[in-house]
């Protein structure tokens, strides 16, 4: 009689243990992808580098409105960019940079393109940001045309002042 017992909860191991490493690893490749989709993000003021902690909520709110906004873009600017372009804007505005671990594709609204992207810079002053968000986007570089949405950057803007920082 003991020893059914053992054959029985033999059998039951067999079949909890390939669930739970499966279930295991369903779990850590969620975790993984979500650690490595965005690298990190980066705020310029006027030439400054501040790197801004991903586990902020703040901050998972702000790569979220970008994103929103490249998706829902309403235009694109016939303009080549060049590293110097992305550059100047660095330094002589205020810009957001979202770097990405691994490229990541989104559909844009307006003319139902897709993208391909590893980087978007959203400069917050200065010409790229007067009454619309302009969104340089790239993959290892930046690239000629960045779309344009009308909503303009002040929901990005609101949040960084509310975590500190002065744009001016």
């Not at 235009?75 to 990405?100: D, N, P, T």
């Not at 978007?120 to 009454?131: C, E, R, S």
């Amino acid at each position: 009689m003991n020893r059914k017992r053992k054959v029985t909860a033999s059998k039951g191991w067999a079949v909890i243990l390939p669930v739970f490493f499966l279930t295991t690893f369903i779990a850590a490749k969620a975790c993984a992808t979500m650690q490595t989709e965005t690298s990190h993000v980066d705020l310029y003021i006027n030439g400054k580098k501040t790197s801004l902690s991903l586990s902020k909520p703040e901050v998972q709110q702000i790569v979220q409105t970008c994103e929103e906004q490249l998706q829902q873009a309403d235009g694109i600017l016939r303009l080549a960019v060049s590293s110097e372009a992305i550059e100047e804007i660095k330094q002589s505005a205020a810009a957001l940079e979202i770097l990405y671990g691994s490229p990541k594709t989104f559909v844009i609204g307006f003319n139902k393109n897709t993208v391909e992207v590893d980087r978007l810079l959203i400069p917050l002053t200065g010409d790229f940001a007067a009454q619309v968000t302009t969104i340089f986007l790239g993959k290892g570089k930046y690239m000629a045309g960045p779309y344009r949405n009308k909503t303009g950057t002040s929901a990005i803007q609101s949040i960084l002042e509310q975590m500190g920082f002065s744009l001016k």
